[in-house]
């Protein structure tokens, strides 16, 4: 009998946390009510359907693991540890984002948390970001957050805190 290397033992925790994850969602969507709305589809349809794919999900890498893990898998790339800056920098953008929503809407608050993020990405591969590049991640979060605000709130009709009131911005 072969020993479990140290790889293959991380691999089936992450499987088992997947598969935990799944089963609390679905005891979560228990107390979603299921009246089928429009297309007979309803509220509890979704939450349903993400618990079964990661338990599915939980369930194939757990096995994976403990058929002698995932073969072909090329060894971790970067640094040995991780930078923790880069952590700092990533949670300061969800934060940012959680407490400013309301402020500044969801426009200005998304492209504030997307910029965050990358500046600590950048960093974390050594780079140091210059004006133009703070200019570009910027932009880049406005692009991505404004259509996303429209579809919700134009579109789906679901309301997402705004800087103005006239449900553009």
Known sequence: MTQA???????????????????????GAFSIPGEAGYGGVGPNFLPWL??????ACG???????????FRDLEP????ERAWW??????????????ALITTIGFILSCTLCYLLAVQGLRRAQGQTPGARDIAVDALSGAVISAPVYWAFTKFLAINLPGLTSTGWI
Not at 13 to 24: E, K, M, N, Y
Not at 61 to 66: D, F, P
Not at 85 to 98: Q, R
Request: charged fraction near 5%; glycine fraction near 14%.
């Open 5 to 27: 290397s140290p790889r293959n033992t991380a691999q089936t925790v992450v499987g088992a946390l997947v598969a935990l994850t799944g089963l609390g969602l679905a005891a």
């Open 50 to 55: 993400v618990s079964v794919v990661l338990l």
């Open 59 to 69: 369930v194939l890498i757990v096995r994976e693991a403990l058929t002698g893990g």
């Open 76 to 79: 971790p790339s970067g640094a």
């Open 85 to 98: 800056p880069g952590l700092v920098w990533v949670s300061a953008g969800l934060l940012a984002n959680a």
